[in-house]
């Protein structure tokens, strides 16, 4: 695990388990599904890299994201 902090989009501390917000609209790459604005991800998992974390959606299992993208819930 790296140790510098995973920030989300407005610079707010992202810990395990977190809830987190998608704020714009994101098409998943490899399928045709799109993630909505405004979709709830709960229980966000860190990955390691500052700019990412990694979750599930009801779509998309082991989806990783980028930080810049949620806001935490």
């Known amino acids: 695990m790296s140790d510098d902090p ?3 989009s407005n ?3 992202l810990n395990d388990g977190d ?3 998608v704020i714009k609209d994101l ?3 490899g399928t045709s599904e799109t993630i ?3 979709t709830l991800v709960k229980g966000i998992r860190l990955t390691g890299k500052p ?5 599930n ?3 998309v299992k082991g989806l990783v994201l980028k930080t810049e993208f949620l806001k935490r819930a």
């Open 6 to 8: 995973v920030r989300d």
């Open 11 to 13: 610079g707010t501390l």
């Open 19 to 21: 809830s987190v917000t």
């Open 27 to 29: 098409k998943v790459k």
């Open 36 to 38: 909505k604005r405004g």
């Open 51 to 55: 700019g990412e974390v990694e979750c």
């Open 57 to 59: 959606t009801k779509q």
